[in-house]
């Protein structure tokens, strides 16, 4: 193999480990960092690429893993996002001045952070969402405390014992609970155990838990449950949700609100 081949190799190594490092890699400063052409620099971010390992962005690349990580939350955060944003402005007209609010993960959620912040609420904010923490971060009005926890892979969220045992440190007025799924007879659900044990906890600490999902979580179910039917005080969803899904809900206590 010659020296040219060699070195190329090395350089394209290098470049994968600091894209996975920072989750992007500058043409510029890469082309100073190696000594070489940002037209070299552009062909090396061109074969990984082609491998998968990096997508070319304007000025250099950024991880492939990242942009799908991205691209995937806010496909979420997107689907039905004129219903969430419904949802997440009621959800804030329940907040009163100076009471302590959980906020759970999710893209539902997320809504409620930001009526939240629009609505400069004086309020103190428990949240495990990374993605909630930055929207938040920096109000005045709002004591935000972050729970501590391990950061899961490929989502931005904080779980495990360290999350559950803060949790279980805190108290709050109300719970807003985001859902992949609600069953009227079984409950509410989340995607994974992990996730719906920070939910189950968040619910528990709370004067009252209220679950915010659109209407295609209605009569859906999750991989793991985080709620029973009992247990949820409130439910706030979009008026297009099916009538016997709410119905059912309404039979069994739960306030059903439509927005």
Not at 72 to 95: M, S, T, Y
Not at 144 to 171: A, H, K
Request: one cysteine or more; a neutral charge; proline letters at 3%.
């Amino acid at each position: 193999m010659c020296a040219n081949s060699t070195q190329a190799e090395e350089r394209r190594r290098e470049l994968t480990r600091l894209l996975s490092r920072d989750g992007r890699v500058s043409t510029a400063q890469a082309a100073e960092r190696f000594g070489v052409s940002e037209m070299t620099i552009r062909r090396d971010l061109g074969v990984l690429e082609e491998s998968g390992a990096a997508v070319r962005a304007y000025g250099g690349a950024v991880a492939a893993q990242r942009i799908s990580f991205e691209f995937a939350f806010d496909e979420r955060r997107r689907h039905n996002l004129p219903q969430k944003r419904r949802i997440g402005r009621h959800a804030v007209g329940l907040v009163e001045p100076g009471q302590a609010v959980f906020l759970d993960t999710g893209t539902t959620t997320l809504q409620v952070a930001g009526a939240l912040r629009a609505a400069a609420v004086p309020c103190t904010v428990a949240t495990s969402s990374l993605v909630i923490a930055s929207t938040l971060w920096g109000r005045e009005e709002v004591d935000l405390i972050l729970v501590g926890g391990r950061v899961r892979q490929g989502s931005p969220d904080l779980v495990g014992p360290g999350t559950e045992l803060m949790l279980d440190r805190l108290t709050a007025d109300v719970a807003f609970i985001g859902s992949d799924g609600i069953d009227p007879e079984r409950g509410s659900f989340a995607g994974d155990m992990e996730t719906a044990r920070v939910a189950e906890r968040m619910a528990a600490n709370a004067r009252r838990a209220v679950v915010v999902a659109d209407c295609s979580k209605l009569g859906a179910a999750g991989g793991a449950r985080c709620l029973l039917t009992q247990d949820i005080a409130e439910l706030i969803t979009d008026r297009d949700a099916a009538p016997r899904h709410v119905e059912a809900l309404r039979e069994r206590g739960v306030r059903v609100t439509l927005v």
